[in-house]
């Protein structure tokens, strides 16, 4: 399943720079507002979902190679966040939903936490 | 419009392709009994809005020297850590060194305060003096140290209270893992053969 795909399934929003979706293919999911979790959980090429829209959640998909992050419960990161998201081309979507609806949503598309 | 990002990134991406290639041969360029190149970083407390800057550009150093993925990752993660202490927990912040040769990272990390009072609980996962504060924005869940150490192949943590802490962390690159773009080129000839 790729990241195109997810985005028009789950009706998400892009608030980054536009990318070739079709072509980046998630392979885990992680969900955590915990930053230390995530560093010691999440895998590499995961969706990792949080209602967290700090600018610290860059460093962190940026140090872990996470495909894109969906920031839930319609938070809403600042620009500042946004451009270093850019610079580090790290793909941040947002959804008015519940990490909960986004992550039983993804588990449904087959994604899966192994 | 399509077009024109795929054409942004497609120079995006050559630009990088050739900062690696620059910078990959490093080790095999220069050459002496025992190279090793030094990156330092001077952290701040409470700089939450640099947080992670440091690992993240060590972790990117690490890849345009050709380093494995996996082993930046690796190294990225422990230091984003000990990096993110120095932010939330020392008195004054503090410093990161990196010393990177072809097959041995170290990172040292230390500060002058105000040190940890139990080592030994401090590394157990879960435990932490974090405030509410500094939860709510996802840290202090009491897993740094744990994570950490099961990043390294070696860590060795020294703290006095009151005076501050001292933590060395050592990486060992055995075969992929070696640094530079010589192992590469090894392993493209292997599968020639």
Sequence with gaps: ?114 | MTSGILRALEHEYQEEEVRKYRASHLFEDIESSRTSLILRYIIQRYNFTNGGAASSNIKRALVRLGANPQLARRVGIAIYEAEMNLIIHTTNGGSIHVEIEPNQISAFIWDEGPGIKDVNLAMQPGYSTATEEIRELGFGAGMGLFNISRCVDEMDLKSEFGKGTHLTLKFFLKGEDIMGDGHLNLKEDGNDA
């Excluded at chain 1, 990318?19 to 969706?47: Q, W």
């Excluded at chain 1, 460093?59 to 872990?64: D, G, M, N, Q, S």
Aim: glycine share 6%; proline share 2%; charged share 20%.
């Design chain 1, 1 to 114: 399943m790729t990241l195109d795909q997810i985005i028009k399934d789950l009706d998400l929003k892009v608030i980054t720079e536009g990318k070739d979706f079709a072509s980046v293919t998630p392979t885990h999911g992680y969900v955590s507002d915990m930053l230390s979790c995530v560093m010691t959980g999440a895998k590499n090429k995961s969706i990792w979902v949080t209602l967290q829209a700090h600018n610290n959640i860059v460093a962190v998909a940026c140090l872990l190679d996470i495909a894109a992050v969906i920031i839930s419960e319609g938070a809403k990161p600042d620009q500042e966040t946004i451009n270093k998201a850019n610079e580090e081309g790290i793909t941040l979507l947002t959804t008015d939903k519940n990490s909960f609806y986004v992550v039983g949503r993804l588990w449904q598309l087959g994604l899966r936490d192994q």
